[in-house]
């Protein structure tokens, strides 16, 4: 049996954890069509199961639509996941799920629609992003009330 020319302590600092670092990510959940409170429900059990453990979830609001005009309201909802999956694993897994709940087109150019699922990533940990498919945090969440006053009750809960 050979030794390892690397001693014990020096191949693992006591104290560091090789796992990845665990981060709080904060989503924005809304729905128009179909079963709205159940397509949001199938969502954030989805959204436990694929990109981490869901530790809070807002009440649920009925907010007319923004940005388009449409006689189907919204209900529309945050949580908060504990995910060791990086910001565009996220991404891609909220637009799978999306994807499995109805929906077939996303937003071009700010030309918003109806839609049975949509889920937007709003803050992950303290990190800042900025590219072409992703910003974080979500650069318009502050506009809208329908981000905010969920997203708040999260925020608010020990």
Known sequence: MTKSPIPSKARRPKGKSTSPKEEKLFLSLGSN????E?????AIALIGERIGTVKRVSSFIETEPWGFQSEHPFLNAACMVLTTLSPRQCLKATQQIERELGRTTKSKDGVYHDRPIDIDLLLYGDHRLSTPTLTLPHP????????MI???????KP
């Open 140 to 147: 318009h969440m502050y506009e809208r009330d329908f981000v």
């Open 33 to 36: 069509l179909g079963d709205r």
């Open 150 to 156: 969920p997203l708040r009750e999260i925020m608010e």
């Open 38 to 42: 159940e397509l949001l429900h199938r």
